[in-house]
């Protein structure tokens, strides 16, 4: 869960650390490893619907997925258990796929969290 908050928040260098990575990307080949597929879905998943709860800009291709499904674009009023269960399903299904996307920069490698939308 850490991996996903880390790129909001920049709490890596702990985490990094910790685990003895100095690389980010290799800090998440680790965890795909180590973690089982349906946990770390149900995490990508959480992220997801707490981007769409707080900044639904950020993910506007599966806002308008989510508005469609629920009748509704005020996310907020959701339940959160209820809107993570239906970005899972459309996961599995291979509609929405959320993977980091690992950045060299000037102070180092970083990295964002991306949702892709595959259309029907």
Do not use: C
């Not at 909001?8 to 990094?16: C, E, P, Q, S, Y």
């Not at 998943?45 to 291709?61: S, T, V």
């Not at 993977?99 to 939308?117: A, M, Q």
Request: aromatic share 12%.
């Amino acid at each position: 869960m850490l991996f996903f908050w880390g790129s909001a928040f920049g709490g890596m260098d702990t985490l990094r650390w910790f685990l003895g990575h100095t690389d980010i990307s290799h800090l998440y080949h680790y965890i795909t490893e180590s973690i089982p597929g349906d946990v770390l879905r149900s995490v990508k998943a959480n992220f997801a619907g707490h981007i769409l709860k707080q900044q639904p800009e950020k993910a506007h291709e599966l806002a308008a997925i989510i508005q469609h499904h629920f009748g509704t674009d005020n996310f907020s009023v959701l339940d959160s258990d209820e809107l993570d269960e239906y970005v899972e399903e459309l996961m599995i299904e291979g509609r929405v796929e959320i993977e980091p996307e690992f950045l060299e920069t000037v102070e180092g490698n970083s990295y964002r969290i991306l949702i892709k939308v595959t259309p029907l």
